[in-house]
C-alpha cells in the first residue's frame, strides 16, 4: 500500500470515504473501505450486497482502483472498486456503474445513485 501527500489531491480520497450505498434497480450495495484514512490505495475493501427482489446478500472483499498517472506507477484518478468471487468479478464505478463479469461474459450492467 502506497501513501502519497494529499494536499494537492483531494479528488483522490472523494471514494474513500468510510462507507458509501449505491442502489440500483436490482441491488442495494454496501461499500466499506477498511484502511486508514490518507490512503489512497486500498486492499481491503467490503461489499455488502442486497438483492432487492429476493433480500439474498453476498459479502465480498476487493480493493480500490485507480487510474494511473504518467509515470505508469502513482495512482492518479479514483476509478471505483474491484470485488471477486470465484471466476466471477463485481466492479463499481466512482459514477454508479455496478458491472458484473463472469469470466469475458458481462451477465448484469446497471447505473445507480451512490449515498455517501
Given at each position: 500500500m502506497k501513501r502519497i501527500l494529499?494536499?494537492?489531491?483531494p479528488a483522490l480520497i472523494a471514494g474513500h470515504a468510510s462507507a458509501s450505498t449505491l442502489t440500483t434497480?436490482?441491488?442495494?450495495?454496501?461499500i466499506k473501505v477498511n484502511c486508514e484514512e490518507g490512503n489512497v490505495t486500498c486492499d481491503n475493501v467490503?461489499?455488502?450486497g442486497?438483492?432487492?427482489k429476493s433480500g439474498k446478500r453476498i459479502?465480498?472483499?476487493g480493493k480500490t482502483t485507480h487510474g494511473m498517472c504518467a509515470d505508469g506507477f502513482t495512482p492518479c484518478q479514483?476509478?471505483?472498486y474491484e470485488f471477486k468471487n470465484g471466476k466471477t468479478?463485481?466492479?463499481?464505478?466512482?459514477?454508479?456503474?455496478l458491472m458484473v463479469v463472469q469470466g469475458n461474459k458481462r451477465v448484469l450492467e446497471e447505473k445507480g445513485e451512490w449515498k455517501w
Open positions: 494529499l494536499l494537492a489531491l434497480r436490482s441491488f442495494v450495495i454496501d467490503t461489499y455488502v442486497t438483492s432487492r459479502t465480498l472483499r479514483f476509478l471505483g468479478s463485481y466492479r463499481v464505478s466512482e459514477d454508479g456503474m
